[in-house]
């Protein structure tokens, strides 16, 4: 990660902060919603956005370890 400026740090970071947010106001949402539909179409949206998020950070500590042997 030498070669990453600190712009591009900071997009990824917005990135990260961006997918946490919709996966928990996805939970939120599917929480308040009666319908069975739409209740699982906000859980499913969840899903998604918190495995980009666990697959970005877990592919950054990959990145990192290599980096850094």
């Not at 591009?8 to 902060?17: A, G, M, P, T």
């Not at 592919?59 to 990145?63: A, D, E, H």
């Given at each position: 990660m030498n070669n990453i400026s600190n712009k591009?740090?900071?997009?990824?970071?917005?990135?990260?902060?961006w997918e946490l947010l919709m996966?928990?106001?996805c939970f939120e949402y599917s929480?308040?919603?009666q319908i069975q539909n739409i209740k699982g179409l906000f859980d499913q949206a969840g899903?998604?956005?918190q495995q980009n998020?666990?697959?970005t950070l877990n592919?950054?500590?990959?990145?990192s370890q290599e980096v850094n042997s």
């Open positions: 591009e740090l900071n997009y990824i970071k917005d990135y990260l902060s996966a928990k106001k929480n308040e919603v899903k998604i956005h998020y666990q697959v592919y950054l500590g990959q990145v």
